[in-house]
């Protein structure tokens, strides 16, 4: 098994590595910059062991940035940042990757790399899928504060499961999106997304119109000089 799938693998069983069962958050981002490169923003933490949450007993704010990377060997270029609140212990990995980066590849055996770009469809496609449908109930319970974000350069054409679109970003809240056939799955366009730009200027035309309007109507209005 290479290094980068065993990676997302991994990632994805974190929680049963830690003993941890409804105990873990699971927050990322993916922002495509261009065709090379991506940043990341993961927050990925462990509840706190207290009011009888199973979780180790010796896991702190100081050390669940390293318990994560031991773990789930998330990728050495990104800066890290461990904090807490009053539910988790929580490491912060940010940073910016280039695409084909070798631990950007998810755990599905018939997947490669989480982001790919297709030059002859001028089409962005986003799947990190775990391959394995039939554990999904059980395997989603283990995040208890969970959200997939991707952004792209482009117009989202389709997401899948309950992937939520609001202009180039896609947003799945629902973990048990992540563990069915198609996973977490998006696409979109090479070419950004131009209808606020028609809209505008629908707004512009009509109100020029309206302006035109009004301005002929006052015209007609005003009273004729007197001819001598």
Sequence with gaps: MTKQRRFGILLLLLPLLLGLTSCIRYRVEYDIVDKEHVKLNWNIGVRKPENGVKAPEDLTVENICRTV????????????????????????????????????????????????YDETRREWTFRYSSGSGNASTESANMFTDFEVRVTFPGRVLSASGSGRIEGNTVTWSDPK????????????????????????????????????????????????????
């Design 69 to 116: 990377v031991e773990h789930a060997q998330t990728p050495e270029e990104l800066a890290q940042a461990p904090y807490e609140d009053d539910l988790f212990y929580a490491c912060r990995f940010t940073g910016e990757l280039p695409i084909n980066h070798k631990r950007l590849i998810g755990p599905a055996p018939d997947q490669a790399q989480i982001i790919t």
């Design 177 to 228: 999106d992540m563990y069915t056939d198609e996973g977490l799955r998006a696409t979109a366009s090479a070419d950004p997304d131009l209808s606020w730009l028609w809209l505008t200027l629908g707004v512009i035309a009509l109100a020029g119109v309206g302006a035109g309007i009004v301005l002929v109507a006052r015209s007609r209005r005003r009273p004729r000089p007197l001819v001598p």
